[in-house]
């Protein structure tokens, strides 16, 4: 089956750039999308087709990919972006989705 | 704004089926070029697609899970549904009901429920 890989943790301080990466073979050819999860709460879409931002996403959310390497950078991070983020997407077929493992941020 | 919330029995035993309801408020399930999935997610664990819906009644499944997974739609009740058959405790999790967003290349989920925990066990 298809898989999406993700470092499982990252910490940054207050002020940092967070960078949390997702890697796949089907990213070249599929978009990926990242949602961000805090703790008894559904997730929230903060990225979409590898680098577009939903309306009301705060601008330090970006998103950027290289080869089968999608990126989501959080500049100037707050206390408040501490929460788990999960890339998604699709097989090469375009018909079966995935998530990666989840990456869970901290704020130190 | 659209909405979605799921609805459906918190306990199960083991080797039954799992029945689970979404119903959508703001908006039509029927309106768009939308698709409406199920997600879930054990406790403590990362986010797995279960399948997804569009109105027509077209389906598609995650493999692992297809041999026991059935996803329908009901337009005139404004719903979907989900019925995972001869559960174990692996089946343990939140089920989220969502939106979904046919892409250029690919889905994504714009809009998702609150989330419902459903426990196998005897």
């Known amino acids: 089956s298809y898989e999406l890989t993700q470092p499982p943790s990252v910490s940054v301080s207050p002020g940092q750039t967070a960078r949390i990466t997702c890697s796949g073979d089907?990213?070249?050819?599929?978009?990926a999308y990242w949602y961000q999860q805090k703790p008894g709460q559904a997730p929230v879409l903060v990225i979409y087709k590898d680098t577009e931002r939903p309306s009301g996403i705060p601008e330090r959310f970006s998103g950027s990919s290289s080869g089968t390497t999608v990126t989501l950078t959080i500049s100037a991070v707050q206390a408040e972006d501490e929460a788990d983020y999960y890339c998604q997407s699709a097989d090469s077929s375009g018909t079966h989705l995935e998530f990666g493992g989840g990456t869970k941020l901290t704020v130190l | 704004q659209v909405q979605l919330q799921e609805s459906g029995p918190g306990l199960v035993k083991p080797s039954q089926t799992l029945s689970l309801t979404c119903t959508v408020s703001?908006?039509?399930?029927?309106?768009?070029?939308?698709?409406w999935s199920w997600i879930r997610q054990p406790a403590g664990k990362g986010l797995e697609w279960i399948g997804r819906i569009y109105t027509s009644g077209s389906t598609n499944y995650n493999p692992s899970l297809k041999s026991r997974v059935t996803i329908s739609v009901d337009t005139s009740k404004n719903q979907f549904s989900l019925k995972l058959s001869s559960v174990t405790a692996a089946d343990t999790a939140v089920y989220y009901c969502?939106?979904?967003?046919?892409?250029?290349?690919?889905?994504?989920?714009?809009?998702w429920g609150q989330g419902t925990l459903v426990t196998v066990s005897s």
């Open positions: 969502a939106r979904t967003v046919l892409a250029a290349a690919g889905y994504y989920f714009d809009y």
């Open positions: 703001g908006g039509s399930i029927s309106s768009g070029s939308y698709y």
């Open positions: 089907a990213l070249p050819k599929q978009y």
